[in-house]
């Protein structure tokens, strides 16, 4: 099992977009695949349509006492072979209990651990704040992706996650592999071309040398939850993005930390 944190500092620049169309591409080329929202606002679950009257079992329940386990939350979606474990919105209460509560930072580890024979690979869909669920998901992952939306502001929250990335490294003492996806990419503005520009140059090799363009097709989230496959740029491109990601696998291909300081 390979575990992917999707993570950003910053919200609105294509999180939840970028983990269900990665989840779906590997799901739909023989992967099994477990999807985990973590963020309280639930956009994923949203997507899949998954009913919040009463509210679902979900990532929650790995923080408190029920003992749930990973495959007990796991939910079948319209995909075959991709599974969700849904957010709650009591996730937002656990970023303030979390500090004072010893060992709340490994809970999602300890839960991956139990099902690594079971899935092939597991997508966390993180909250933008850095709390509690984020630090558990960098400390759990096997690598970060960090959709990035070119645009000059979305580069500052880019270097604070990457910032954050380099702190969890340090306390899990293991490398934490790190990919930047641009996203939201519009070619006919001065500003989208530059950030682009300036990503590649920053961060070089670690940057998916394309970006996921805005595709009006994207907006509709639950379309991407369903059996049928969606069609379009947008789609296509993150397929593409799939394929680099495999190509460049931590485990076989870690790519140089070049130019970080820049
Ligand atoms: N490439 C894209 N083109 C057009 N709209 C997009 C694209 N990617 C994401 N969106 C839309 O932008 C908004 C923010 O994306 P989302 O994936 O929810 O970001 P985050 O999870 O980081 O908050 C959503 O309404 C989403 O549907
Ligand atoms: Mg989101």
Not at 14 to 34: I, P
Request: aromatic share 4%.
């Amino acid at each position: 099992m390979r575990a992917w944190a999707i993570a950003n500092q910053k919200g609105g620049v294509g999180k939840t977009t970028t983990s269900l169309c990665l989840a779906r591409g590997l799901a739909t080329t023989g992967h099994r695949v477990l999807l985990l929202d973590l963020d309280p606002h639930a956009s994923l679950t949203r997507a899949f349509e998954v009913p919040s009257d009463p509210p679902p079992a979900g990532t929650h329940d790995l923080f408190n006492n029920s003992n749930s386990t990973l495959l007990e939350l796991a939910r079948y979606t319209q995909i075959p072979d991709l599974q969700l474990v849904a957010a709650q919105p009591a996730l937002a209460t656990l970023e303030r209990r979390g500090a004072s509560q010893p060992g709340l930072g490994l809970a999602l580890g300890r839960a991956l651990h139990g099902v690594r024979e079971l899935y092939d690979y597991v997508l966390m869909d993180c909250p933008p704040t850095l709390g509690l669920l984020m630090v558990n998901a960098l400390a759990a992952a096997d690598r970060l992706v960090v959709p990035t939306q070119t645009d000059p502001l979305a580069l500052h929250g880019l270097s604070d996650m990457l910032r954050t990335a380099e702190m969890v490294e340090r306390s899990r003492r293991r490398p934490l592999p790190r990919h930047v996806l641009p996203t939201l990419f519009d070619r006919r503005t001065r500003s989208g071309v530059q950030s682009l520009d300036l990503l590649q140059d920053r961060y070089g090799d670690r940057v998916w040398p394309h970006a996921v363009p805005m595709d009006t097709r994207l907006r509709d989230a639950a379309s991407l939850t369903r059996a049928e496959p969606p069609d379009g740029r947008g789609v296509d491109a993150y397929r593409r993005a799939l394929k680099w990601l495999m190509t460049h696998e931590p485990d076989g291909n870690d790519v140089t930390h070049k130019r970080e300081a820049a």
